[in-house]
Nanobody
């Protein structure tokens, strides 16, 4: 049973940084796209970043490239989202999520906003 628990959200001023953590309990016999979505009030859910447990696949939304970086522990029990240069447009609830499958399969679903597993979310608020 896949479980995901986020932590690390908070409030910062424009230009500040936060690091989100996701503690993941994954099936060791499967591969996953694992990463982050965010959703702001009144807006659609948006894929932010993902990495692939079975290889080198990575994805970053255009809006966060160069500012956000995903990383992980060697055992894949924790993944991180380092967020630098935050702006008010980054304000949202951030969810850790996972889709099983090959990179092409799970990433295609990821970009459609489909997610099989997700956590309870952590709020990120950026003020001017």
């Amino acid at each position: 049973h896949v479980q995901l628990v986020e932590s690390g959200g908070g409030s910062v001023q424009t230009g500040g940084s936060l690091r989100l953590s996701c503690t993941a309990s994954l099936n060791p016999d499967s591969t996953y796209c694992l990463g982050w979505f965010h959703q702001a009030p009144g807006k659609e859910r948006e894929a932010v970043a993902s990495i692939y447990s079975g290889g080198r696949g990575t994805y970053y939304a255009d809006s966060v490239k160069g500012r956000f970086t995903m990383s992980r522990d060697n055992d894949w029990r924790t993944v991180y989202l380092q967020m630098n240069g935050l702006t008010p447009e980054d304000t949202a609830m951030y969810y850790c999520a996972a889709n099983p499958g090959s990179w092409s399969e799970c990433q295609a679903r990821w970009l459609r906003g489909e997610r099989d597993y997700w956590g309870q979310g952590t709020q990120v608020t950026v003020s001017t």
